[in-house]
């Protein structure tokens, strides 16, 4: 079972920040938070990850809490090619078959809107 | 990025019959690869997972003698669904790491399978 909960959907203006939630009260001191999205009919891509600091890349940034029982996916000027499903995945880092594996939730349905 | 191409994008068949789909790592060699699958409205579901030279390892309720998996070189895994059900008909999508990024895992465009 996906050890994350997050919203089914949100709306979003095209231009403006858009704030994804993600509850991950049972982490564990070894797993990372990931995110992936996935674009209609489309393989997940993945976005970013981290494990207590906050992240940011090209695609977005990450905002954990300090606990690490929660996360936030801020795509900072959202457009209408972001229009996705977000998942917020817990795995540990490793190479081994377990640390490797991903098990996806329901993830949130972001609709950016122009 | 690291490309993973899958083969055919989409496929029609009949009932009963086998389908081959190709996962292929472009640029990197893939020591480990997974297979999910996705029916409409909802979120991908692990198969199985499977290492170069290894059997794969299946996730609990996935039948190993329906869903033949090989992975018998570093850059290809195939998944054979055989004598296909309409029930089978969903969304098939592989992914890949390697050794020297095996924190993420880089996802194949998906196949459709129909089966009619």
């Known amino acids: 079972d996906a050890k994350t909960t997050q919203p089914p959907s949100m709306d979003c203006a095209e231009g403006r920040a858009a704030n994804l939630p993600c509850n991950h009260s049972?982490?564990?001191?070894?797993?990372?938070v990931y995110w992936y999205r996935q674009i209609h009919s489309q393989g997940p891509q993945y976005i970013i990850h981290?494990?207590?600091n906050n992240e940011t890349n090209e695609m977005a940034s990450l905002i954990i809490t300090e606990d690490r029982k929660s996360s936030t996916l801020i795509l900072p000027h959202a457009t209408l090619r972001d229009t996705a499903v977000y998942y917020c995945?817990?795995?540990?880092?490793?190479?081994?078959?377990?640390?490797?594996?991903?098990?996806f939730g329901q993830g949130t349905e972001l609709s950016v809107k122009p | 990025g690291a490309v993973v191409s899958q083969h055919p994008s989409w496929v029609i068949c009949k009932s009963g019959t086998s389908v081959k789909i190709e996962c292929r790592s472009l640029?990197?060699?893939?020591?480990?690869m997974f297979w999910y699958r996705q029916f409409p409205k909802q979120s991908l579901m692990l198969m199985a997972t499977?290492?170069?030279?290894?059997?794969?390892?299946?996730e609990q309720g996935v039948e190993k003698d329906k869903f033949l998996i090989n992975h018998a070189s570093l850059t290809l895994s195939t998944l054979t669904v055989t004598s296909a059900h309409p029930e089978d008909s969903s969304f098939y999508i592989c992914?890949?790491?390697?050794?020297?990024?095996?924190?993420?895992?880089?996802f194949g465009p998906g196949t459709r399978l129909t089966v009619l």
């Open positions: 992914s890949a790491t390697s050794a020297y990024s095996y924190n993420e895992q880089f």
């Open positions: 049972t982490i564990s001191g070894n797993e990372y």
């Open positions: 640029d990197f060699q893939a020591t480990t």
């Open positions: 981290g494990l207590k």
């Open positions: 995945i817990v795995k540990p880092l490793g190479p081994n078959n377990q640390g490797g594996k991903l098990i």
């Open positions: 499977s290492n170069e030279g290894s059997k794969a390892t299946y």
